[in-house]
């Protein structure tokens, strides 16, 4: 292990890192959709109930076990459960973000590829496969390595901090234009309007899957960056920072996005479809009066998107750089280049097949990320002590001490059942 392990420079570093992470395509292109069709307000609050009762217990687990062993994910596990099964979720704890990374940037490659596309407002037909693809998404995935190479606090940290008001003012921006189209309040009405009738056990499925989705549970991620976490830092507090952040983001970007669907009256939709085939589409269509308008607006979209994939995507890439940093000794400049070549090459899979592409998203996070979510929590719950738990989460009895017996609660009964009910579903459905 190394010894001068870096640190994030304190609480406003570490919930602009973790909610770097946490905000990104899910809150862009899969909330907004969700909310709408799932019982708009009422989506929302049971949205909120998930991440209160479940996603955050899950994150804490992750946190305890980040911090309490100030390693990398195979690390904290050597040190927690050497040479037992649990090993295994440190082994899963590396490989996913790794599958993740490489599609995730794909979709980092086709914002950029906007984002250029905007200024001459012609679009053409959306190609989400192929060479053009991969040289956007090679740069892509290059830029994030970059970041990462750069260090935890003069990578990561000074990106996230950077980044995260950046993309707050941006999607105001673009929603104060939005709201003011004709026809938009039946975007605002979709969003919000709360409709009982929608409410079905699906809604708490998917509502659980895209609150641990949205905060990056489940793989690695926040066990690698609570490890950066100092020990006086508070959990609890950093949980809900970026979860409230992470919410408040997905809420903006339904309401940058869904108003201007409704004014163009089209139907809404989710996914890659939503950004880059119905959005350019009313991007063009809004500029046959002041063209400019319109590319600017388009432009500022896809930097938001671009920005918010990318500070997922130093996150992702960061989980296995640390391993091979600490693990295997491995410069830190050197490990962002293997990461950089797996990552690529596992990217040709889903870059020159979108069947593929969608494929193997749909692995990963119906699969790979309840598995490793399930493993936490039991993990945390059932193997480490007690004692130890509660030191971490409470620091040593000093913070919500009070809150704690319930949070374990959660985390020892509550959230391995809720995600096995999601496990299971996400199987046979
Ligand atoms: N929280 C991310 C999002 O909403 C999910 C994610 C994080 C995916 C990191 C990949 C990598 O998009």
Redesign the pocket.
Known sequence: MSGNREHFGGRAAVIMAMAG???????IWRFPYMAGEYGGAAFILIYIACSLVLSLPIFLSEAVIGRRTHANAIGAMKQLAPRSGWMALGYLSVIT?IV??SY?CIVGGWSIEYFFKSFTLDFGEFSPSGWKALAFDTLFLALSCGIVALGVKGGIEKFSKMSIPVLFLLIVIILAYSVNMPGARAGIDYLVKPDLSKVTGKTFAFALGQSF????LG?G?IITYSSYVRKEENLVVSGVGTALS?LLFAILAGFAIMPAVFSAGIKPSAGPGLIFETLPVIFAGMGANAPWVSSVVSALFFLTVTV??MT??V??IEVGVAYLVEEKNIARKKACLIVFLVTWLLGLVSVFSIKLFGMVDAFTSNFLLTLGAIMVVLFVGWKMKRDDVRDEITNGGTKHAGLFPVIYFLIRYVAPIAVLVIFISNLIM
Do not use: C, F, Q, T
């Not at 992470?21 to 809150?27: D, P, T, Y």
């Open positions: 992470s946490a905000i990104g395509l899910g809150n973000p993740i990374a995730y989705y949205s905060l990056s793989m991620i992470d918010a994939a997922s995507s996150s992702v």
